[in-house]
């Protein structure tokens, strides 16, 4: 499984050759594969699964060096800012102030019905307030192509802040009408916005990014979820926005990242890729590319794209059933569709989403489960920090495998000292331990999965799969 794995990411952080026809394994051969909506574009790959091997050696371009410049900084903080970080708000905002929106659904509901409802349903809305989020994700998600194609990478950000007003101004009025049907709306509007966006982000930061340092451009979107969750779990605290009346604009507060994203990014290029590629404006692309490298001469960034596009448009068309069946990307396929079912499977969410309940159930004391909230969200971003120089030192299979072995043994202990914490006090002490250690696991493990779609070899397929 491993060589399989290595295909799909590269061992190293430099920059890499852009192949128009590559003479590697047939193992390698998965780095083409191109996903777009319900179908994919497996270059290189012939019909019988052969792999194409190259004769010309003019087919073979050098990928061009760039450096950081003010341009580019300023996108990508604006970017990840007004896409990134509000979908880590909108993941962690809920659990400081989960009582209060407990309280909030009760209240709601005896007045629509007026009688108290029973324990389960209460659970049942709770439940629904928080998961009906990701179901609006998964549609946004199924829609980044569309997205992406229809208004470009940049329009398609811009349009996606779109349901996170709307979805704010939901939170702001919800508890004033007293309608608990507001909450989950707003949860689902502004999860499918958020799910789009998560998609295109690391697209647009990888096309405007130089080779050499698009693997650091993808992270950022990972970075700064994390920052966005820890923000929230911050700004949840009873002393600021976590109290009774003023709880709703907790959550309408994601209209402050897309407002600075609204004013900023109009100012900026869209992405050079799209332009040319898409929209076949190679002035505009050229244009764009001065903007992002600072410099006039782009010729090879071009001449690099162009060759992309025209082995694009001789790619043969694949269904997934066609992926399926074949012995080179079976394998391949299958690994990255049960890495990702892992990390979501994982129990993450539960750590964002319910761990003011389970710090109570373990027997901390109510007014210092805000504080150990904020443990882990710190945590999070700390070891999502350090997670990328320490992924490329130790490779990507030691710390997946590595951080898996370490969420099963927390969360062995974790579930123990939940059981336990009657009869041992400190228990209490080490299920928030074990929690911690548990977010530690992912966040250098399947928490760094997202990231594999920064560092891929071939660019085309890291945009397609975020």
Known sequence: MGGEAEALVGGEGRPRRASVARRESVSASTDNVNWSGTQAHAGHILGSGELKKATDEEDIIESPKGRVTLTLVVTAAATIFGSSFPHGWNTGVLNNPAHLIHQFLNESYMERFGSEPEAWKLDLLWASSVSVYLIGGCGGAFSVGWFANTFGRK???????????????????????????????????????????????????????????????????????TCGILTSQCF???????????????????????????????????????????????????????RFRGMDDVSADMEEMRKENEMQKKEKKWTFGQLFKNNHLRLP??????????????????????????????????????????????????????????????????????????????????????NLHDKFTWMSYLSVVCLIVFVVGFAIGLGEYSMLNAICRNDRLCARES
Not at 370 to 397: D, F
Request: aromatic share 8%.
């Open 155 to 225: 329009k398609g950000l811009l349009v996606c802040h779109v349901f996170s007003y709307v979805a704010a101004v939901l939170f702001a009025f919800c508890n004033l009408a007293k309608s608990f049907e507001m909450l989950v709306l707003a949860r689902l509007i502004t999860g499918f916005g958020c799910g789009a966006g998560s998609g295109l982000v690391p697209m647009y930061l990888t096309e405007i990014a130089p080779v050499n340092i698009r693997g650091a451009m993808g992270v950022l979107h990972q970075f700064a979820l």
């Open 333 to 418: 396929l299958l690994l990255v569709s049960a890495l990702a079912m892992c990390q979501q499977l994982s129990g993450i969410n539960v750590v964002f989403y319910y761990s003011n309940g389970i710090f109570l159930s373990a027997g901390i004391p109510p007014e210092m489960v805000q504080y150990a909230n904020i443990g882990t969200g710190l945590v999070n971003v700390v070891m999502t920090g350090i997670s990328v120089p320490l992924m490329e030192k130790s490779g990507r299979r030691l710390l997946l495998l590595g951080g898996m072995v370490v969420m099963i043994v927390s969360a062995g202990g974790l579930t123990a000292a939940l």
């Open 236 to 290: 949840g605290l009873r002393q600021l926005l976590g109290r009774e009346a003023i709880w709703p604009i907790l959550l309408a507060f994601i209209v402050v990242p897309c407002t600075v994203s609204l004013c900023v990014l109009p100012w900026f290029p869209e992405s050079p890729r799209y332009l040319l590629v898409n929209k076949q404006q190679d002035k505009e692309a050229e244009k764009a590319l001065k």
